[in-house]
């Protein structure tokens, strides 16, 4: 929900706002990294465990608070209009207005609406698989299941990494901290940039892609703290706001209309990087 509910609540600056409602994992992560250390020290690392699981549980309270709205989008009923090049591409009867009516244009003729009353039907209406054939969508989707094959990379390895340096515990816990205080900064400041709408999103967006990229392959080569330190803020600089980005692309994407759907259908699929990306990177 937290995701998708920035969209939903405002039509300016939704960038800045995502990046703002994103950076409590920063902070979180800042505090908790030396803390989870000290727990493990005092409570064994079973013990470290439960009592993180029990501040989790307070997330459901949290889920429970964000209430859902109806927009005037939501009301509106979608209409086929002609397209610049001869198709039709999905409209409303109001007009486009903040990426509403965004779509991918349909082959000339009427769109076959699906069947309501039934099971089929009834699925379509509910779950909106039309996005299953929504190539722009399908392209930034796919594109982000390869960002999330590196994203979690550093926050499982780099301790451990540090560790076999000779860095000590608390030490390698600080290096995670600070690369998640910096990951914090980048969501905002890339946020409040991007919606100055200075430079393209999408080359923003893989302009960040590559500045990851780098940083990984060389916090192999680092061989000493303030090494490993640098290269862990300039990580979590580059790959906070390249979150943000991708999930700020899908209302321009799809429209607002259809962005609750676009966004669980986004989830679902980057969570196979998220799942596989730290098992093959070693």
């Known amino acids: 929900s937290l995701h998708r509910t920035p969209h939903r609540y405002f039509r300016r600056r939704r960038v800045l706002v995502t990046g703002l409602a994103f950076t409590g994992a ?9 803390l989870f250390q000290l727990m493990i020290d005092s409570y064994t690392w079973r013990g470290a465990l439960q009592i993180l699981s029990a501040i989790v549980l307070n997330l459901c309270v949290c889920g429970a608070l964000l209430r859902p709205i109806v927009l005037r989008e939501d009301l509106v009923e979608p209409v086929m209009v002609e397209g610049p090049r001869g198709g039709e591409v999905e409209g409303s009867a109001e007009g486009k207005e903040e990426g509403l009516g965004e779509g991918e ?32 969508l399908q392209v930034h989707t796919l594109g982000c299941l390869l960002i999330c094959l590196g994203y979690f990379v550093p926050f499982v390895h780099l301790v451990p990494h540090a560790k076999s340096l000779g860095l000590s515990d608390y030490q390698a816990a600080f290096l995670l901290s600070a690369t998640a205080v910096s990951d914090a900064v980048g969501r905002i400041v890339f946020g409040w940039l991007a919606d100055l709408k200075f430079i393209n999103n999408v080359y923003s967006l893989w302009a960040l ?26 990580f979590g600089f ?12 899908l209302p321009e994407i799809v429209g607002l209309r259809r962005v609750l759907n676009a ?15 730290a098992p093959l990177s070693g």
Do not use: Q
């Open 26 to 34: 920063g902070v979180s992560s800042f505090a908790l990294s030396p």
């Open 105 to 136: 244009e349909e082959g000339p003729g009427k769109r076959e609406e699906p069947n309501t009353t039934s099971c089929w039907g009834r699925a379509i209406k509910t779950f909106d698989l039309t996005l299953l054939g929504h190539w722009p």
């Open 238 to 249: 580059a790959s906070g706001p390249m979150i943000t980005l991708s999930f700020a692309k």
């Open 263 to 277: 966004t669980g259908f986004f989830l679902m699929t980057i969570s196979i990087g998220v799942l596989l990306g």
């Open 209 to 234: 892609v590559a500045l990851s990229g780098l940083s990984l392959v060389l916090i192999p080569l680092a061989s000493d703290y303030p090494g490993l330190m640098g290269l862990g803020v300039l």
